[in-house]
C-alpha cells in the first residue's frame, strides 16, 4: 500500500516567502507520515503544484497541508481532478472540495437545520455599510467579516460599531459577517476531528490576551480536551449533516449564548489537525486513513 499526502512548495502568499516557522508548518504531515510507517505503510509527502505525478500509483491521496489554493483555486481543483481520473482514491473527493472551498455551505447547512453562526454574504466590491440591518442584530459585540475563501484567519476583522462598517469598505472577493461571538475571548473554539466517519478526538483553541483569532500564529495555544456529552453530540450531528462525503474533517464550534455549540466551520480540505497538541492524534489519524484505504486495522 501507498499513500502521498498532499501538500505544497510554497506557502499562500499573505505569510510571505521567509515565514520564520515554516518548518512547523509541516511538521504534522512528518508525524503522520511516521505514524503510517509504524504500520507497515509507505507514504509520502508531494507538493499539489508537482507536475508529471504517477497519480495511480497511490492507493491513496490524502489532501494535508495544500494551504497554498487560496491562491490558484482552479488551478488546485484541476489537479485534485487528476488525480480521479487516474482511479486514486482522494480524500476528501473533488466535489467535497468543490462544496467546501467556499464558506457559502454555511447557508446550505443552516437552511438544513444544523446549528450555524448566523451569515450574511457578500459579493464582491458590497459595501458592508449596505448591511447596517444585520451589525443591528448581531449585537453588541458587533460583527466580523471573513474571506468566504480563506485559510489561517487571513482577512479576517472585527466591526465593532457603525463607523466601522462603513470605514471598512468594500472588498475585491466575497466576504461574509458574523456576530462576534463573545464567548470565543473565553472560551475559544473547539475542533473536533473525524476520521472515517467516526469521532477521533477533540481540541480546544484559546486566542491570545486582548486578540479573538484562535491560530497559533496570531498567539493563540491549543490543548487536547475532552468534551462534555451533549457538545459532542452537536459536533457528531453537524458532522453527519454534511451533504457530501467527508473521509476527514474537522468541524470547529463555539459557544451561543444559549449554552449550545454553534457551527464556525467544517473544514474539509486542508485541515491542521493538532498532531502536537493531542498525544494520540497521529495514531488515530493513521488509523483512519488505513481504513479509507481499505485496510482494515
Known amino acids: 500500500m501507498k499513500i502521498a499526502i498532499l501538500s505544497t512548495g510554497k506557502l499562500p502568499r499573505f505569510l510571505g516567502a521567509d ?47 495544500t494551504w497554498d489554493y487560496i491562491d490558484d483555486l482552479p488551478g488546485f481543483l484541476e489537479v485534485l481532478a487528476c488525480i480521479e481520473a487516474a482511479g ?15 464558506k457559502r455551505y454555511l447557508k446550505a447547512l443552516s437552511d438544513a437545520g444544523l446549528p450555524v ?3 450574511r454574504f457578500l ?56 456576530p462576534f461571538v463573545e464567548a470565543v475571548t ?6 473536533f476531528v473525524f476520521g472515517a466517519g467516526r469521532f477521533l478526538y477533540a481540541a ?29 453530540a452537536s459536533a457528531v450531528a453537524c458532522y453527519r ?5 467527508a473521509g476527514l474533517a474537522r468541524i470547529d464550534m463555539t459557544r451561543g449564548g444559549d449554552g449550545r455549540l454553534m457551527l464556525m466551520e467544517a473544514e474539509l480540505i ?3 489537525l493538532y498532531l502536537f497538541d493531542v498525544a494520540e492524534a497521529a495514531d488515530l489519524l493513521a488509523e483512519a486513513i488505513l481504513e479509507l484505504a481499505g485496510r482494515v486495522p
Not at 449533516?241 to 462525503?245: A, D, E, R
Request: net charge negative; glycine share 8%.
Open 241 to 245: 449533516g454534511l451533504p457530501v462525503p
Open 204 to 232: 480546544q483553541k484559546r486566542p491570545a490576551s486582548g486578540d479573538f483569532r484562535v491560530q497559533v500564529m496570531y498567539g493563540a495555544e491549543t490543548r487536547a480536551a475532552t468534551p462534555e456529552a451533549h457538545d459532542l
Open 270 to 272: 486542508e485541515p491542521q
Open 123 to 178: 459579493a464582491a466590491a458590497e459595501d458592508p455599510a449596505d448591511h447596517l440591518d444585520f451589525l443591528i442584530q448581531a449585537g453588541p459585540n458587533g460583527v466580523v467579516r471573513k474571506p468566504a475563501i480563506g485559510v489561517g484567519g487571513y482577512g479576517v476583522e472585527r466591526l465593532a460599531d457603525a463607523a466601522a462598517l462603513r470605514e471598512a469598505g468594500p472588498r475585491d472577493d466575497e466576504s461574509l459577517l458574523q
Open 186 to 191: 473565553r472560551e475559544g473554539e473547539w475542533s
Open 19 to 65: 515565514h520564520p516557522d515554516e518548518a512547523s508548518l509541516f511538521a504534522e504531515d512528518d508525524r503522520l507520515i511516521a505514524a503510517l510507517a509504524e504500520r507497515g505503510v509507505a507514504a509520502e509527502r508531494l507538493a499539489w503544484r508537482q507536475t508529471a505525478v504517477d497519480w495511480a500509483a497511490f492507493d491513496l491521496v490524502a489532501i494535508r497541508s
Open 88 to 102: 486514486c482514491r482522494l480524500v476528501n473527493p473533488l466535489r467535497s472540495v468543490r462544496w467546501n472551498c467556499s
Open 117 to 119: 453562526v448566523p451569515s
